[in-house]
């Protein structure tokens, strides 16, 4: 039987498979060829109550955050791995759900379970510092959780997503609630009953399935919610921020990009090429990190832009079994403001310099989109500036190191750059010069980097997650002073 198949997800609040409170329930559809195969609970105000309230009780009364750091590590570890140990289901399941490729479902079980070892082992290494005072006094700092947290999580890789934002807030002692996106709900729904199997303590990693209106923003406006993490679009990222400022909760917001990988001539373009074309193609492009921008140097600008047209023009949209290039896009919607983009930016006279393809027999219901390769982009254009969140790279040529720095920095967002060139001191001075969370030089991590620290500058956010730098924001410090005579 295929992946999920006939699955009722439920939510699940402390510790226990719960229905929503009105007992309805949301399709779960495959977007490879929009055929409904499960479902999951649709939630509202009420549910999300029930979940916060059990959040609470977790983290005020229940074991969790008097345990030692050691021990919550040690469960952490213990559902890293739970997910290896149930890989095949979780990737199939992941592939089935969000149409991805199926070797990326595999690449994010394997990213997942990488986030809950290095969390688990991460947990008992976070200390505060004495601080030297006034004589007389002892003054110190202890890195306290937050409470509950709340995270909001995105459907392009929620494996990897909640692993990153479940690892970090439960290695510190919080306690949480999570609202996956109501089209890719499946995966969380089990990894939070493996973390019960795990040893996670009921009610300290609750899940409330739903539509963003319905359950998302009623979690965000909680007033028994100490903090909320998002990942996900600028727009409902601000939504996000404005209700959880109603309670002046602190918020991480891991929202889009329109992030540059920039080509000086004297590149290896060999290594550039595939790398380039990766950052986009990856997840279908649905990735905040993808690469969406290719600066070239105008010596080299023809030849590479030559190469990258060959690969684009072969690039093909398959199913998500047929593990291909690319995957069909996660919903009719987000196909059709894709599509939308594309013919915006030909009617605004962007060239097309190549156009791959869907599989001639790619089931009818799915949300396919060719990939496409835009050349002579005006930087001023909605293309150049707005995500996509699509497989379309736009190509922009540029004469030397100032205006390569002018272009990749001209977008509001800022969250990952590669620059490409085999000039050492242009490596350090482009990469000192590019307002981005994350800057790679002669490498691209689209995704990934679980050590990482990562998030954006401007319109991409704001807090890290990722690496040790999650656990900071994952946590408050607490300043004790004993007067001591
Ligand atoms: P979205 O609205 O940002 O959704 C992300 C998460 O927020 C989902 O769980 C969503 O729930 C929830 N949500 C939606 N409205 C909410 C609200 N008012 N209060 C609280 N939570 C809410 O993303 P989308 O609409 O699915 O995609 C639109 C665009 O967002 C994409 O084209 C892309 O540009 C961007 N995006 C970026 C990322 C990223 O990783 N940076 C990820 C996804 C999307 P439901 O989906 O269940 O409604
Ligand atoms: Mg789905």
Same mark, same amino acid.
């Given at each position: 039987m295929s992946a999920g198949?006939?699955?009722?997800?439920?939510?699940l609040i402390g510790g226990e498979p719960v229905d929503?409170?009105?007992?309805?329930?949301?399709? &779960?559809?495959?977007?490879?060829?929009?055929?409904?195969?499960?479902?999951?609970?649709?939630?509202?105000? /009420?549910?999300?109550?029930?979940?916060?309230?059990?959040?609470?009780?977790? %983290? $005020?009364?229940? /074991?969790?955050?008097?345990?030692?750091?050691? @021990?919550?590590?040690r469960i952490?570890?213990?559902?890293?791995?739970?997910?290896?140990?149930?890989?095949?289901?979780?990737?199939?399941? $992941?592939?089935?759900?969000?149409?991805?490729?199926?070797?990326?479902?595999?690449?994010?079980?394997?990213?997942?379970?990488?986030?809950?070892?290095?969390?688990?082992?991460?947990a008992d290494k976070v200390h505060g510092s004495q601080i030297p005072f006034l004589d007389g006094y002892l003054a110190f700092t202890?890195?306290?959780?937050?409470?509950? &947290?709340?995270?909001?999580?995105?459907?392009?890789?929620?494996?990897?997503?909640?692993?990153?934002?479940?690892?970090?807030?439960?290695?510190?002692?919080?306690t949480l609630v999570v609202k996956p996106a109501?089209?890719?709900s499946l995966t969380t729904v089990r990894i939070a @009953?493996?973390?019960?199997?795990?040893?996670?303590?009921?009610?300290? %990693?609750?899940?409330?399935?739903?539509?963003?209106?319905?359950?998302?923003? /009623?979690?965000?406006?909680?007033?028994?919610?100490?903090?909320?993490? %998002?990942?996900?679009?600028?727009?409902?990222?601000?939504?996000i921020q404005q209700a959880a400022a109603i309670n002046n909760r602190g918020v991480t917001m891991e929202l889009g990009g329109k992030s540059p990988q920039i080509v000086f001539a004297d590149a290896d373009l060999e290594a550039a090429l595939p790398v380039v074309v990766n950052a986009i193609i990856q997840n279908g492009g649905q990735t905040c990190s993808a690469g969406s921008r290719v600066l070239i140097e105008r010596p080299v600008y023809g030849a590479f832009t030559a190469e990258l047209a060959k690969r684009f023009a072969a690039l093909v949209a398959q199913p998500h079994y047929r593990d291909g290039d690319l995957g069909p896009l996660i919903n009719r919607l987000q196909a059709d403001r894709v599509a939308g983009f594309v013919a915006e930016a030909e009617a605004a006279g962007a060239t097309v310099l190549?156009?791959?393809?869907?599989?001639?027999?790619?089931?009818?219901?799915?949300?396919?989109?060719?990939?496409?390769?835009?050349?002579? &982009?005006?930087?001023?254009?909605?293309?150049?500036?707005?995500?996509? %969140?699509?497989?379309?790279l736009a190509a922009f040529a540029f004469d030397g190191e100032d205006e390569?720095?002018?272009?990749?920095?001209?977008? $509001?967002?800022?969250?990952?750059?590669?620059?490409?060139?085999?000039?050492?001191?242009?490596?350090?001075?482009?990469?000192?010069?590019?307002r981005a969370g994350q800057v790679y030089v002669n490498a691209y991590g689209a995704g990934g980097g679980i050590e990482l620290p990562f998030g954006g500058f401007g319109k991409s956010g704001h807090g890290r997650e990722k690496g040790f730098e999650a656990l900071i924001d994952m946590s408050a410090a607490k300043t004790t002073v004993f007067n001591h005579g």
């Open positions: 198949e006939g699955t009722q997800a439920s939510n929503s409170a009105g007992g309805e329930r949301i399709d &779960v559809v495959c977007p490879s060829d929009g055929a409904v195969f499960a479902s999951i609970a649709r939630s509202a105000a /009420p549910d999300v109550d029930a979940a916060v309230a059990s959040a609470r009780r977790a %983290f $005020e009364d229940g /074991p969790w955050s008097r345990m030692t750091a050691t @021990e919550r590590g952490l570890t213990r559902l890293g791995e739970l997910v290896d140990a149930n890989r095949d289901e979780l990737a199939a399941l $992941e592939s089935r759900d969000t149409g991805k490729p199926a070797r990326q479902g595999v690449a994010d079980v394997t990213a997942a379970c990488r986030y809950y070892e290095y969390y688990g082992g991460a202890t890195r306290e959780p937050h409470g509950v &947290v709340a995270g909001i999580i995105p459907w392009n890789y929620p494996l990897q997503i909640l692993a990153r934002v479940a690892g970090a807030a439960l290695a510190m002692g919080n109501e089209d890719a @009953e493996l973390a019960l199997e795990a040893g996670c303590p009921p009610g300290v %990693f609750n899940v409330v399935t739903g539509y963003g209106t319905e359950a998302g923003a /009623p979690l965000s406006a909680h007033p028994g919610v100490d903090y909320v993490t %998002f990942t996900g679009s600028t727009a409902t990222g601000t939504a190549a156009r791959g393809s869907v599989a001639a027999d790619a089931p009818e219901g799915g949300c396919y989109q060719a990939p496409v390769l835009f050349g002579d &982009v005006d930087p001023q254009s909605k293309l150049a500036r707005e995500e996509v %969140f699509g497989p379309v390569a720095v002018t272009l990749a920095n001209g977008t $509001e967002y800022g969250l990952v750059a590669g620059v490409w060139t085999s000039d050492g001191g242009r490596q350090h001075r482009v990469a000192k010069r590019i």
